[in-house]
């Protein structure tokens, strides 16, 4: 029997992404999204509950996520579930769960103050959203390996 590690995620995020460099040079983002959800409870006050997702991008992702994704861009990632074990500085084990990125879609319009295509350190003045990179979907193709 075959089984099926998939993740698909509407969210924002919660920081620019962060990116690095493996040693070959292959660039890695990392982010964290942010999923809510909403209900009534039976006082009528209105609830939510914000759950943190590690997200993790490789190589051209990485790349498209360095120039596209911002803090507080909503954002739809489809991906694979990754728990792995550690060592931190002090030689703690720790624990993390990760979804590694197969495919990203921006949604919605930019955040307020960033320019299309500029890194994190250099927004301006808000404009209005531009279709062209709203509607960018990075998919399997777009993945080298």
Do not use: C
Request: without cysteine.
């Amino acid at each position: 029997m075959s089984s099926l590690n998939k993740a698909m995620l509407i969210g924002r995020l919660g920081k620019d992404p962060e990116i690095r460099y493996t040693p070959d040079g292959s660039p890695v983002a990392n982010f964290s999204l942010a999923t809510s959800e909403f209900w009534i409870d039976k006082s009528g006050a209105r609830q939510e509950k914000t759950e943190w997702h590690n997200i993790v991008a490789w190589k051209k992702l990485a790349d498209l996520s360095k120039r596209y994704l911002a803090k507080g861009r909503q954002v739809f990632v489809e991906g694979r579930i990754r728990t792995r074990d550690w060592d931190d500085r002090d030689g703690n084990k720790r624990r993390t769960t990760e979804i590694i990125a197969n495919q990203i879609v921006l949604l919605g319009s930019r955040p307020e103050g960033m320019e299309a295509g500029a890194p994190p350190s250099q927004r301006g003045a808000a404009e209005p959203a531009d279709p062209g990179i709203a509607d960018i979907e990075i998919t399997d193709n777009d993945i080298p390996f």
